[in-house]
T-cell receptor, first 114, second 113 residues
Framework: KAGVTQTPRYLIKTRGQQVTLSCSPI?????VSWYQQTPGQGLQFLFE???????NKGNFPGRFSGRQFSNSRSEMNVSTLELGDSALYLC?????????????FGPGTRLLVL | GENVEQHPSTLSVQEGDSAVIKCTYS??????FPWYKQELGKRPQLIID?????GEKKDQRIAVTLNKTAKHFSLHITETQPEDSAVYFC????????????FGTGTRLTIIP
């Protein structure tokens, strides 16, 4: 099976702009979670989508949003970018059958905000 | 919410020796504890996980132990090799329908040849 894929892999934006990142989960996986990774804050949970519904949400401002499509692909959007949004954004997918939820990570999108 | 603390932040070990990384968690409802390895510039990769109905799990040179009473779990790597050099993250979550992982701050493990 193909692994989790993310596009784009690298992105440079300026403050105030908005950005959309995409994640394609492993085939058959129904849950997609998003994480922000920075040297200072480590890996932080943004939100999780399951069957097109946001099931969990982390402590990030409303500028961070996401959605999931019927094929389980997910996008996250960050509006009004700030310098502090520069980070590696990782998505992870899992089958979420209720008997185990091993999450497999994508390669990430590295976002630089200037 | 859940809080996961991880120690040490850096660890240097002679090749062939053992390495131990420890994590503590705060939420007694957590019952799933994965460990991820992240090499420079790469994605986190699951190396082992444990659920709260198990006290210890082993996979070749890697083992994880869990003490639910004390709310701590540990990663043990034996016979370390240069390719074990990476950043290791512990995490905790509530099982069944909750995919939110709370991560520790990471341990940079360096294997000295």
């Amino acid at each position: 099976k193909a692994g989790v894929t993310q596009t784009p892999r690298y992105l440079i934006k300026t403050r105030g702009q908005q950005v959309t990142l995409s994640c394609s989960p492993i085939s058959g996986h129904r849950s997609v979670s998003w994480y922000q990774q920075t040297p200072g804050q480590g890996l932080q949970f943004l939100f999780e989508y399951f069957s097109e519904t946001q099931r969990n949400k982390g402590n990030f401002p409303g500028r961070f949003s996401g959605r999931q499509f019927s094929n389980s692909r997910s996008e996250m959007n960050v509006s009004t970018l700030e310098l502090g949004d520069s980070a590696l954004y990782l998505c992870a997918s899992s089958f979420s059958s209720g008997t185990g939820e091993t999450q497999y990570f994508g390669p990430g999108t590295r976002l630089l905000v200037l | 919410g859940e809080n996961v603390e991880q120690h040490p932040s850096t660890l240097s070990v002679q090749e062939g020796d053992s390495a131990v990384i420890k994590c503590t968690y705060s939420d007694s409802a957590s019952n799933y504890f994965p460990w991820y390895k992240q090499e420079l510039g790469k994605r986190p990769q699951l190396i082992i996980d444990i659920r709260s109905n198990v006290g210890e799990k082993k996979d070749q040179r890697i083992a994880v132990t869990l003490n639910k009473t004390a709310k701590h779990f540990s990663l043990h790597i034996t016979e370390t090799q240069p390719e074990d050099s990476a950043v290791y993250f512990c995490a905790a979550s509530i099982d069944f329908g909750n995919e939110k992982l709370t991560f520790g701050t990471g341990t940079r493990l360096t294997i000295i040849p």
